[in-house]
């Protein structure tokens, strides 16, 4: 995986003056098959074409934020917000990078890597969606796999942490694929379990 930033010339007005300002936007995530980016105005028109399109069966809910119960609508309006909001409120004691996920010039999915009080814990937290149709292709590991690796060795971090319920056997798959050790398990409501708590597995990694 290379880390890196892309050549200025020939950048768009509006993406030069931002990454003068925001050294972020010009991060960039190399894969074999993937790259992974500060997303554009255009990238997040695809992100949120992607989740009004649909990310999962409806009759499972794998995220334990139901966002996927809304409409199309307002699934790809929350995928804006979302994204505007990280913008936003990025601070050194909680920050987040939500990074677009292309393949083949054509964005696939999200993935964000963020870390809380980081300066002091070292620890940083992953979360992530593909497109349905994107889906069982051996993206999510090499999404996850990318932004470890930022973190760790780009980053300087000493953990990280991830957390899915015991019924998403890919998100739990790729942890486990990527080195994670499970170290607890919580009992959460679900909207699928109206009358029992789910099972959220929570996973750590370490350098």
Known sequence: MVI??????????????????????????QT?????????????GELAD???????????QPFMVPWTD???????????????SRWGSWKPS????????????VVVGSQALGGHDFAVLREVHTGSWLGLRYQGQGIGTQMRAAVLQLAFEGLGARWA???????????????????YRDTHISQLPKRIRVTQPAH???????L
């Not at 959220?200 to 370490?206: E, G, L, N, T």
Request: net charge negative; charged share 25%; glycine share 6%.
């Open 4 to 29: 890196g930033v892309p050549d200025r010339a020939g950048r768009g007005t509006i993406a030069a003056m931002l990454s003068s300002h925001w050294p972020p936007a010009d991060l960039r995530l």
């Open 32 to 44: 074999p098959d993937l790259e992974l980016r500060w997303p554009s105005p255009d990238d997040l």
């Open 50 to 60: 992607l989740a009004a399109a649909g990310v999962h069966d409806p009759e499972v």
């Open 70 to 84: 809304d409409s199309p609508e307002e699934r790809a309006r929350g995928t804006l917000q979302y994204n505007w």
């Open 94 to 105: 909680d920050w987040v990078l939500p990074f677009a996920v292309i393949r083949d010039e």
């Open 161 to 179: 942490v991830s957390a899915a319920f015991d019924d998403n056997p890919a998100s739990l798959g790729v942890s486990r694929k990527l080195g």
């Open 200 to 206: 959220f597995i929570h996973m750590s990694k370490a």
